[in-house]
């Protein structure tokens, strides 16, 4: 297993417009979270998906959405992009066998807004 | 709220030397307590979680829930030791929110 994979790496975009971002979770893991990390912070929770429904959001506007596929791949859409939306996008995946939220995360995708 | 602190962001240490990475949180009931690690161009990983009482890679890492702390501790540290440190909580259970602290770099000085 190549472990949590996401696409694309790298992003450039200008105020305004909309992103897509995706995620691949480790095989078997029904549960995918969404990270934006900005330079000097910790990652900030964004999204939990569990079995194809939201299941926690943390403190982000309406214009992040989340959704997660029957294969349990998800998607990060942030839609009327601002300059301060630019950090590396992290996604975790977790089995949550035993009630236990090991994240295991991804690489990322830079996203840069101009 | 859930809060996570670690109060340092860089840590140098001499190679040997004993090494300790402060966490303190806040939280109302009984968190899941966290740390994660990420070496120079690797992906963030796990590195223990309290509630396995393990140590990894020479690490231990203590719940003090009157002091409401989680410190990293190691007696002696490597120079593969060097990375940045991130505490994370997560309430009960697998369906919460995880909350990251801003992390510490740690430096071990060859």
């Known amino acids: 297993d190549a472990g949590v994979t996401q696409s694309p790496t790298h992003l450039i975009k200008t105020r305004g417009q909309q992103v897509t971002l995706r995620c691949s979770p480790i095989s078997g893991h029904k549960s995918v979270s969404w990270y934006q990390q900005v330079l000097g912070q910790g990652p900030q929770f964004i999204f939990q998906?569990?079995?194809?429904?939201?299941?926690g959001r943390g403190n982000f506007p309406d214009r992040f959405s989340a959704r997660q596929f029957p294969n349990y791949s998800s998607e990060l859409n942030v839609n009327a992009l601002l300059l301060g939306d630019s950090a590396l996008y992290l996604c975790?995946?977790?089995?949550?066998?035993?009630?236990?939220?090991?994240?295991?995360f991804g690489p990322g995708t830079r996203l840069t807004v101009l | 709220a859930q809060r996570v602190t670690q109060p340092e962001k860089l840590l140098s240490v001499f190679k040997g030397a004993p090494v300790e990475l402060k966490c303190n949180y806040s939280y109302s009931g009984s968190p899941e307590l966290f740390w994660y690690v990420q070496y120079s161009r690797q992906r963030l990983q796990l590195l223990l979680r309290?509630?396995s009482r393990e140590s990894i890679k020479g690490f231990t890492a203590d719940l003090n829930k009157g002091e409401t702390s989680f410190h990293l501790k190691k007696p002696f540290a490597q120079e593969e030791d060097s990375a940045m440190y991130y505490c994370?909580?997560?309430?009960?259970?697998?369906?919460?929110?995880?909350?990251f602290g801003i992390g510490t770099k740690l430096q071990v000085i060859p």
């Open positions: 975790a995946s977790s089995p949550l066998t035993g009630g236990y939220n090991e994240q295991f």
């Open positions: 309290h509630i």
């Open positions: 998906y569990y079995e194809k429904e939201e299941r």
């Open positions: 994370a909580l997560s309430g009960p259970g697998g369906y919460q929110k995880v909350t």
